[in-house]
């Protein structure tokens, strides 16, 4: 399965979506804003550069499954894959938001005319993240745009969007596959075994995107973590990650290829990190003595072992700076400086989410099962067994309990709380819950 596609022919598990945007085009009916609303890593990007892609694309081609698609190989489509199209540009957070000062440079370019291509694209990921006054001044240049400019936002839903916005949106909706379905698109498009597949599905927790990519880099075996010592090995994977990032900014030629490392890690890397984490959220999901698992002592050391890895991390940034001074000028320097402090900053946060939306997947497949539910439906099922012992010890609603209490720490996390607070409050309201 080609990694860097621009035709919807090759997008898995969102046929209704792209089947929707490639009939707008083959009808004429292109609107001038599209809202891409779903979850992240189901597919919404690689969507938004395939329909970038028809729209600009010098011969398209008309198939069984959409009314048109890319050719994928034009001069356009070639450069829209690897993302030098002069005429697509995606806007993405400076730091944790969408600011007022990107979206007016937007809007000056939103003003040319197209260079090479028919229109002008803009691809807002994600527009969730843009804030009061930078969605106002969006809507202001809606508002204004010529007919040739297109505007793509993508949104975990419609509601993160200014209404005023969204009523002018075409939507299209992006699927959230279930496990069964993401195993399956494994299997078939990326042959694998059915038990790599599980665990693929089971190590992405869940995500298409991150599942695909990891079927391309995962070796035969997957590390398997002893169960008993889940927690020490899960700080010393959560290191060695951290380890990992600092030899990159070491050896890396560019501030643009620090950068660009640091936004999309190379996943292939992480596959320990993965598994060593769904281990550890395995045990602790087990221990029928949750607090007693999850002692304050370990949540203290966690949250001050993910800090100082962030630090750490920081400072190998920084002597790579010190070389960069000389070659960049100070604005550029500043603006990276920016970038990396707010994915650096934002990495101890990112961790913990990650590890509390594994626990949640334990307790959801748990509860799953509990239900009645058939076990296709299960993200986890080379653990079938370990699931049905959590759902006959737990029952549902403690099972049901536990849940809210991880999404409310999750929601918490997202809107920054300090994760030492969250982890903190966890601890103790998960302890007050009783069978
Ligand atoms: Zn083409």
Same mark, same amino acid.
């Given at each position: ?34 809202? $891409? ?92 993240? &843009? ?16 007919? !040739? ?17 969204? %009523? ?17 698109? &494994? ?56 380890? !990992?990032?600092?030899?990159? $900014? ?43 698992? $999850? ?20 400072? %190998? ?18 603006? $990276? ?8 900053? *934002? ?84 302890? *007050?819950?009783?069978?």
């Amino acid at each position: 399965m080609p990694t860097n596609s621009v035709c919807f022919k090759d997008l898995l598990l969102q046929q209704t979506a792209t089947r929707q945007l490639a009939s707008s085009v083959a009808n004429g009916r292109i609107a001038q804003t599209y809202l $891409f609303a779903g979850s992240e890593s189901v597919g919404r990007m690689p969507a938004a550069r395939a329909f970038a892609a028809l729209l600009q694309c010098e011969s398209p081609l008309s198939g069984d499954e959409h009314a048109l698609d890319a050719c994928g190989s034009c001069e356009s489509c070639r450069r829209i894959a690897n993302g030098s199209h002069p005429d697509v540009s995606v806007v993405t957070p400076d730091g944790t938001e969408i600011r007022i000062d990107q979206v007016r440079a937007l809007q000056e370019n939103a003003a040319l005319k197209p260079g090479t291509g028919r229109w002008l694209i803009f691809i807002l990921d994600p527009a969730d993240r &843009l804030n009061q006054s930078s969605a106002n001044s969006l809507l202001k240049i809606l508002e204004e745009a010529p007919s !040739h400019v297109v505007f793509i936002l993508l949104a975990r839903e419609t509601g993160a969007v200014l209404p005023t916005v969204l %009523s002018r949106s075409e939507i299209v909706r992006f699927a959230s596959p279930s496990p069964a379905e993401i195993r399956a698109a &494994l299997v078939e498009h990326y042959a694998l075994s059915e038990a790599d597949a599980a665990r693929c599905c089971a190590l992405s927790g869940g995500r298409p995107g991150q599942a695909f990519v990891l079927a391309q880099t995962v070796p035969a075996d997957f590390p398997q973590p002893g169960l008993k010592s889940s927690h020490a090995e899960f700080l010393i994977a959560l290191e060695q990650a951290s380890r !990992h990032w600092q030899e990159v $900014f070491a050896t890396a030629r560019s501030l643009e290829e620090a950068l660009r490392f640091a936004a999309r890690p190379g996943r292939e890397f992480f596959i320990p990190l993965l598994a060593v984490r769904r281990e550890f959220c395995r045990s602790l999901a087990m221990t029928a003595g949750l607090p007693a698992a $999850f002692p304050m002592l370990f949540a203290d050391m966690l949250i001050d072992r993910l800090d100082s890895a962030a630090r750490a991390m920081q400072k %190998s940034f920084d002597s790579l700076l010190v070389d960069a001074r000389k070659a960049y000028p100070a604005a550029v320097i500043k603006e $990276f400086e920016g970038n990396l402090d707010s994915l650096l900053g *934002g990495w101890p946060a990112l961790q913990l989410e990650e590890t509390l939306l594994c626990l949640l997947n334990w307790y959801s497949d748990a509860l799953k099962t509990a239900s009645g539910a058939d076990e296709t439906l299960l993200l986890n099922l080379d653990h079938k067994e370990d699931i049905i012992t959590l759902a006959e010890i737990d029952g549902i609603a403690l099972l049901r309990a536990r849940i809210e209490l991880l999404e409310n720490s999750v929601g918490l996390l997202r809107r920054h709380v300090q994760p030492v607070l969250i982890v903190e409050n966890l601890i103790t309201q998960i302890g *007050g819950l009783e069978p």
